[in-house]
């Protein structure tokens, strides 16, 4: 094993590359799965597919051979022969085989089959979506995405903590929380404590980790007990949560604009066969929108002056919720026009009114806005919110007692403000909707694994 | 921001690479908090740590000025100076202030002071204890080991799935598990299903994509409510399962030793300073075990060799149990004893009696043993769990039905043994034994930024 077979992938690389000497007339063991299985005369040709990458390797096959001819969809084969290089033909490369063995054949009835089936059908066998060319791919850059994230903040010194899934941590204005039990009769026994729940965001457990390392994330699981039934919520979704130390509302937004670009542009560097079938199958518009996410400075606007623009466009448009003044928490349809109509591309949105943002942001001079910013997306809408966070420890427990929080269970969170402090900024990013931003697919659903959402959760 | 102020951290890079030129009188603003501060006749010394590695850098300033030496430990403060480089000196540079801003003072009563602190009450300040050598030097090494462990598995063609956390899936033999409830008087209610629990393994989840993309791994929270309280158990912790397809018993012991020496040589790489902590201040047989770790053959023993080897050692060696048979599940003095005392490295433990091992496992042909494999390390024992899966429907139904188990909760795992399946090995790693394999560190807790254990939970 370790990776000393040749992959379709490496053939693949290796013809891109035209480093062909050792290519032509080599013998390969090909293991997968197949994909399609068709005879034309005294030829037949199975597709196979490793799992290395999108494309498929085309075996020939002599059509004497019964049992290869009867080889159904899906089913996995060992294959050996010969690479046979037909570089200007519809394909590169086919493999000329001396034998295939049928390892596991599929029913009759297997669920895959040539013809379309629909993104709702696919959702209720997650065991098996994965090998389709859609989901095939959406994995693959799933994947892709999750490394260079992670690459990003690795090679710009950032730490990653693993902040805790279960928390005791009150967490108000975030919504529903899911509670977690070891024993129905007795919820608090386990941990003496009652209402632990999963965890809603790792924020306050990283933020004091940022004033030691500077520059520290989080990538974990996240919850929501929201009873929505929505294409844009999951119950279970991964976040990504930076916190730097010493840096301003100004500042997180020129990382949020580095780090973001970063990974849209490696993501797409390392599966250009994937997106190809996105570009050509999911959303025609995909590779434009994303040529401009890469290339285009991102707009930073004011919180007002988006409503001042709003105000403008109620005039020749019709939004559903249209009483639009300072102080109303912007929806879908507001941000989306924004960002489509009005700036076409990424913009910042920043300086919100404090009523409709979290405690802990920092407060701007007027008393009436705070130091947070959100992006908003094409298509997507909010796609990150962050903000500086509030490091005056008398300005922050006035704004927590005038939202009569319950002040005991955050002086953990409220000392950091106090001992050996720095200013600090940080937001955070949904994952699946990135996902959903670079495969343009449009149910969460179907970007995830194994999807957990309002009354609808398989195994 | 953007990284392009200079750190501590670089300063060391530039002079062990013996790139000097544009660092002697370099212009320099540090911040950080302060890990020393004292004065010698005219000249003050302040210790300042900016995070981007475990080393300090020493700045020195006139004693004239009172308001920079009653700076606390644990203080922030932004240093304006030059870099003077004593190359040869107790430290190669120190940097001459001329400007230090104090940001934030710590209070008189500020938990981290000189004299040493015990690691049971750094347990209860975790806000806090990554300001002191140890934890710093921990966290350092758990995001390098997370980020390398990613990275093996990146460049060796392996997709990274998330699992689900909330799970419905059945997972009998794994120990008690947490239950999940959006709203306590109606448990089943949202997701339309009952016994909704926190996940103890992804590996039945990960199993079907290893099928499509044969090389996939999965790294996330896992969950036990044991109510056990000892130092090597957390009720949550991280886990890496990687599963591919047409691999055996011997080839996953190949990919899991190179996997485990590859991350041990690049996080000792990557962190030679935090390494020497541990080797000095933490375990003075770490670096040896270390070694032996990178370079030594793992040894390959059968189960049933190991019950041989043990029984003759308890002719001479006291074990608290020593009624040593066929078929006893190895205590931790069992594997131990046999790790340390009489293969003197880690050893790969194979062929386990099917009725201590989970039911997924391949039999042989003996029908007595299955292909299952742990591997023990000295100081730790038992640090993976895998095997070969059974591939066999009808076997693995036949075993599933011995155990009585509830098959139909399973039917969608059985089923991957029927259409297009293929042969396929996996492991499980727990991320905190390998934390406390690489520090030294001797209580799980103590690799956790929050640990959650029985009774134990903070925040």
């Known amino acids: 094993m370790l990776n000393k077979e040749i992959t379709i992938k490496t053939i693949y690389q290796k013809i891109q590359d035209n480093d062909l000497q050792d290519l032509h007339n080599r013998e390969i063991v090909l293991k997968g799965f197949v994909r399609n299985n068709r005879c034309l005369g005294q030829v037949g040709f199975l597709s196979v597919n490793d799992g290395s990458c999108f494309l498929n390797a085309q075996v020939v096959y002599k059509v004497k051979d019964e049992k290869i001819t009867s080889i159904r969809l899906g089913s996995t084969v060992i294959v050996k022969g010969r690479i046979n290089l037909t570089i200007g033909g519809y394909q590169p490369f086919e493999i000329e085989s001396e034998e295939v063995i049928l390892v596991s054949q599929t029913n009759e009835n297997y669920p895959l089959q040539k013809k379309k089936t629909s993104f709702d059908f696919l959702r209720t066998i997650p065991t098996l979506r994965m090998k389709t060319n859609t989901f095939n791919a959406v994995f693959r850059v799933r994947d892709s995405l999750s490394y260079n994230i992670h690459r990003y903040f690795h090679e710009n010194g950032y730490v990653w903590i693993h902040t805790p899934i279960i928390t005791a941590n009150d967490c108000e204005g975030e919504g529903q929380t899911f509670q977690v039990v070891a024993d129905s009769k007795h919820p608090e026994e386990y941990f003496n404590k009652d209402n632990v729940h999963l965890t809603v965001s790792g924020q306050l457990h990283v933020e004091p980790f940022a004033l030691t390392y500077q520059r520290v994330y989080t990538f974990g699981p996240t919850f929501r007990a929201e009873k929505s039934n929505t294409t844009r919520h999951a119950a279970e979704f991964w976040m990504i949560e930076p916190e730097v130390a010493w840096c301003d509302m100004e500042g997180i937004m020129d990382i949020e604009e580095d780090f973001l670009k970063f990974v849209v542009r490696e993501v797409r560097k390392e599966c250009p066969q994937d997106f190809e079938f996105f570009y050509q199958r999911v959303d025609k518009d995909l590779k ?172």
């Not at 130091?371 to 919110?385: A, K, M, Q, S, W």
């Not at 200013?423 to 343009?440: D, I, N, V």
């Open 288 to 459: 434009k929108r994303l040529d401009d996410f890469e290339n285009k400075k991102f707009a930073r606007v004011k919180y007002s002056d988006a409503i001042n623009i709003l105000k403008e466009a109620k005039k020749t448009h019709k939004f559903e919720v249209d009483d639009i003044e300072f102080g109303l928490d912007l929806g879908s349809e507001h941000e989306r026009y924004l960002t489509e109509e009005v700036f076409k591309g990424p913009i910042f949105l920043t300086d919100y009114p404090k009523d409709i943002k979290a405690f802990y942001m920092k407060m701007n001079d007027d008393n009436k806005t705070v130091r947070g910013v959100d992006l908003l997306v094409p298509t997507i809408g909010e796609l990150c919110g962050g903000s500086e966070r509030e490091d005056s420890y008398d300005k922050l427990l006035g704004r927590m007692n005038e939202l009569k929080m319950n002040i005991p269970a955050y002086e953990w969170y409220l000392d950091l403000r106090k001992n050996g402090s720095a200013p600090h900024s940080g937001f955070g990013l949904g994952f699946e909707r990135m996902m959903m931003l670079l495969t343009g697919m449009t149910n969460i659903r179907d970007t995830l694994p194994y999807p957990r959402c309002y009354k609808d959760m398989l195994y």
